[in-house]
Nanobody, 127 residues
């Protein structure tokens, strides 16, 4: 059974940084990619950054490019990280890590392709 637990959220001022961590257990190599999603109040869940666990190739939304960086400790992905710099109030949301359904072949940011989710961690950025 896959378990994902996010940590590292909090409140920061605009321009600040946070590092989110997703601690995993139960993953198989078929759970690929892994992605950080976020959901702000009244908005749809959106993919922020994803990583192909086997190759290390990373993917970013337009809003995350140049400011956020996704990484993993190893292809086994005991830990998934999201380094967030130059944070903006628009980044305020609950952030979730997710593992793709085995054999998922769709776009990394397509949330319907992910069956396993963490409980989320709140990120609040004040101006």
């Amino acid at each position: 059974q896959v378990q994902l637990v996010e940590s590292g959220g909090g409140s920061v001022q605009a321009g600040g940084s946070l590092r989110l961590t997703c601690t995993t257990s139960g993953l198989t190599y078929s759970h690929d990619p892994m992605t950080w999603f976020r959901q702000a109040p009244g908005k749809e869940r959106e993919g922020v950054a994803g990583i192909n666990r086997r190759t290390g190739i990373t993917y970013y939304s337009d809003s995350a490019k140049g400011r956020f960086s996704i990484s993993q400790d190893s292809p086994s992905t005991h830990y998934l990280y999201l380094q967030m710099d130059a944070l903006e109030p628009e980044d305020t949301a609950i952030y979730y890590c997710a593992a793709a359904r085995p054999s998922f072949g769709g776009t990394w940011s397509f949330s319907e392709g992910y069956d396993d989710w963490g409980q989320g961690t709140q990120v609040t950025v004040s101006s």
